[in-house]
Structures are given as C-alpha cells and as structure tokens.
C-alpha cells in the first residue's frame, strides 16, 4: 500500500474506534511519521464539522517526553460535547480509560495573528478564566503503548474533560507550582503540582499558541479552553469509579463513571 493509502486506512479505523469499545484499532504496519500523524488527526477532527473547543496538551512533563524522544508536547482537540460538568456520572468506554487533574485556560478573546512568538503576556491578556480539571484519556488503540506518532493519531488518548472549579478570573503566578492531588474513590491520593507542566502551566499554554500559528497558520480563540498537562499523571479508572481533585487542598473537581452501555 502507498503511504496515503496507509494512512487512510489508519484514520478509518481510529474513526471506528472512537466511541466504542468494541472496535479498538489494531497496531498498524506503517507508522505514520509525526507531520502525518497530525494530518490524520486533523482529518478525522474535521469529519465532524465542529469547531474545536479544547484543546489539550500532552507530554508536558519531561521525563515522558524523554521516554518518547522528543523535545515537545503534543497536540489533541476536542469538541464542546467533550466537555462534561463537575459532579457529573459519564460512561465507561473501555478498554482502558485513564484520568488526570489539570489546570485548564479558559480565552476571553481571540490572540490575533502576529509575525513574532507569543510571550506570557500576550497569553494573559487574553485569558477570562483559571480552571481546575479533569481530563479523560483513552486510547482508541488495542494497546496504550504507542510509539510518538501513533500517540499523536489518536488525538493525544484525548477523550473528554470534566470541567471543575474556576480558580480565578485571570493568572495568578501562584499557579506556577501549587499542589494538586487525584484521588480515586477511597485509595491514597496521587500527589502532584502544577509544576510539573513543563516547570509552569503558563509555558504550556504560551507553547500551544506558537504550535499552532507555526503549524496550522491558527490562533487560539475566544471561549477555546486549553487542557495545559496532567500535574499528578495518569490514574487507571474503572467503571463505578469515583474520581476527585483536590487544588490547594481544596476540592475543585469529581466525576463518576457509569457502567457501559
């Protein structure tokens, strides 16, 4: 098969796997490089005709970056019907679904398009709201161990993202390294800090602005929330499921997770 043909085939099957269980993808023979990768993430993102309303970060810490050999983040997008309220019960889709606390940006106003790299302050400038959240992960894969490009096919294991508490109105330097933890149900937390996306979550949101205006000739834009990277990792769930987050030592995000349908 030529590498268009491949990488077709590769969009048709994660497209059959994104909302069932049933379906996972098989690993494929070819693997896409990272630039196709992105195209067969957009292409099976565009098939919906829905503008996107998250965009979220993967690969923020360093030491799973080193892991798989790159210098970067990666990039998924999701839908406003991604999006789900705090205290909320979603479904379980298997086979494996994962969560993660976050600190999630929330655009006042589009960032207009600009010749020079985006600073902080542009970024600030441009923010209405600091959220805490929780972001679903699931791969829609037979495996969760993907190379680089296959991560990036599969949106990033983007999935949803339970929508918490709003922090404040605009940054805070504070929320550089603040603590965060992720408890499911009544086990020990998982503690972690903001800190741990990429030394400061701001620096994740300003990097997402210049990937896009480099990559994809974009701007981030009003009402567009940014999933900046987990602070705690990734938390295998299960359904019945209880998960919380707590930010500060406050809690600031839960969500349920029902049976399969």
């Given amino acids: 098969m030529k590498v268009q043909?491949?990488?077709?085939a590769l969009e048709q099957a994660l497209r059959a796997a994104a909302h069932s269980s049933g379906s996972a993808a098989k690993l494929p023979q070819h693997v896409p490089t990272v630039e196709e990768a992105y195209a067969v993430q957009s292409n099976i993102y565009n098939s919906s005709h829905l503008p996107v309303t998250v965009w979220?970060?993967?690969?923020?810490?360093?030491?799973?970056?080193?892991?798989?050999?790159?210098?970067?983040?990666?990039?998924?997008?999701?839908?406003?019907s991604g999006i789900f309220n705090n205290r909320s019960e979603i479904q379980f889709l298997g086979p494996k679904m994962f969560?993660?606390?976050?600190?999630i940006f929330e655009m006042g106003e589009d960032l207009p398009m600009q010749a020079e790299p985006y600073t902080r302050s542009d970024l600030c400038a441009a923010l209405k709201g600091i959220y805490a959240g929780i972001e679903i992960v699931r791969s829609r894969f037979e495996t969760t161990k993907l190379s680089l490009p296959l991560l990036i096919a599969d949106n990033s294991m983007g999935h949803g993202l339970v929508l918490g508490r709003k922090l404040a109105v605009q940054w805070d330097d504070r929320f550089a390294d603040i603590p965060v933890s992720l408890t499911r149900n009544d086990e020990a937390p998982t503690a972690g800090s903001t800190a741990r996306v990429?030394?400061?979550?701001?620096?994740?949101?300003?990097?997402?602005?210049?990937w896009l205006r480099d990559n994809e000739n974009d701007t981030l834009k009003?009402?567009?929330?940014?999933?900046s990277g987990t602070c705690t990792g990734a938390t295998e769930m299960?359904?019945?499921?209880?998960?919380?987050?707590?930010?500060?030592?406050?809690q600031a995000a839960l969500v349920r997770l029902c049976e399969e349908i």
């Fill in 5 to 8: 043909d491949n990488n077709m």
């Fill in 198 to 210: 990429m030394g400061n979550p701001l620096d994740a949101a300003v990097w997402l602005a210049n």
């Fill in 238 to 250: 299960f359904a019945g499921d209880t998960i919380s987050i707590d930010v500060d030592g406050e």
């Fill in 56 to 80: 979220k970060l993967g690969l923020t810490g360093a030491e799973v970056r080193k892991a798989f050999g790159t210098e970067e983040p990666t990039v998924g997008r999701l839908a406003a």
């Fill in 222 to 227: 009003r009402e567009q929330l940014i999933a």
């Fill in 99 to 103: 969560a993660e606390a976050e600190l």
